[in-house]
């Protein structure tokens, strides 16, 4: 009975430890993250570059989602939309909180080093860049794209992994997800506007209003579609990546479309759910591209 109590209480820390750092997001970059690393080793690489490659990328995510919670921990209580997380409730101890990065970002650096040189050299420089993210808003409305920079290190890194050389396509990629993700987390912003600007917080929907915001956002996800046509013409690919290309443009029309600030379940349709879908599409069809049509 207590080696079952000590399994069930392993099991809900767990679960919320996941919850904390928001794991299903890791959609966001991992897609991307793998076209990179297929594009730099002109097919599938090594399963150890795979499985190092996977390892630093959830360590890096999960430790930089974490110490984001512990630096926005005041913020989160006095916000009415974030004040039912983890931190705020006292579920998570701020102790645990704290190892938990600590352990995440050692698992990163091992991860690095078992990769290459240049990652491992790289990687103090990578955690540096993933936990200022979480300090940017007190300052600057431009967080938005800080936070697309720092998640732009996925595939960028990916590319390292592979190759231990720095090169001109991964910084492409690593630009269409920086704008991609600035804008979709400039549309989830605007249901905070109200209380960012009471609070001193910089975004650039408190900032430039609601209506500029989305504009901006729109605008960002243009030159988004534009780099990765861009990418269609410099790699000279095929048929089917431009297939991914239609539908994930198809579908970030719809996310501004449905944008509604005041219904919280849209905005994390529009926000979140779409966006995991487009990730998912664009790496699909340039994988299909890349093995049976190009």
Not at 56 to 74: E, S, Y
Not at 251 to 264: C, D, G, Q
Request: aromatic letters at 14%.
């Amino acid at each position: 009975m207590a080696i079952l109590n000590i399994c069930k209480t392993a099991g809900l820390k767990l679960k919320m430890f996941s919850e904390l750092v928001m794991f299903s997001h890791t959609l966001f970059s991992l897609p991307f993250a793998i076209i990179s690393m297929v594009w730099a080793a002109g097919g599938w690489p090594s399963g150890h570059v795979m499985i190092w490659g996977l390892i630093a990328l959830i360590g890096a995510r999960n430790g930089a989602n974490a110490f984001n919670r512990l630096a926005d921990r005041t913020f989160d209580e006095q916000n009415p939309r974030t004040a039912h997380r983890h931190l705020p409730q006292r579920l998570l101890a701020e102790k645990e909180v704290v190892v938990f990065v600590i352990v995440n970002y050692a698992i990163f650096i091992v991860a690095s080093g078992m990769l290459n040189l240049l990652c491992l050299i790289l990687s103090p420089v990578a955690i540096v860049l993933i936990s200022t993210y979480s300090y940017t808003k007190r300052f600057t409305f431009l967080s938005h794209l800080y936070l697309g920079f720092v998640i732009a290190s996925a595939p960028i890194g990916a590319w390292f992994a592979v190759t231990g050389n720095i090169a001109f396509t991964p910084f492409v990629i690593g630009t269409v997800v920086m704008l991609w993700i600035a804008g979709f987390d400039i549309i989830y912003g605007t249901q905070d506007i109200d209380f960012d600007r009471r609070h001193g917080l910089w975004s650039i929907p408190s900032f430039f209003g609601l209506e500029n915001a989305l504009r901006i956002a729109k605008g960002l996800h243009f030159i988004m579609i534009m780099l990765l046509l861009f990418l269609y013409l410099w790699r000279d690919l095929g048929w089917m990546y431009l297939v991914g290309i239609g539908i994930a443009t198809l579908l970030l029309m719809t996310e501004h479309k449905i944008i509604k600030p005041s219904n919280r379940k849209l905005m994390k349709v529009a926000s979140y759910n779409l966006n995991q879908v487009i990730s998912i599409v664009i790496l699909l069809c340039t994988l299909i591209d890349f093995f049976y049509v190009s």
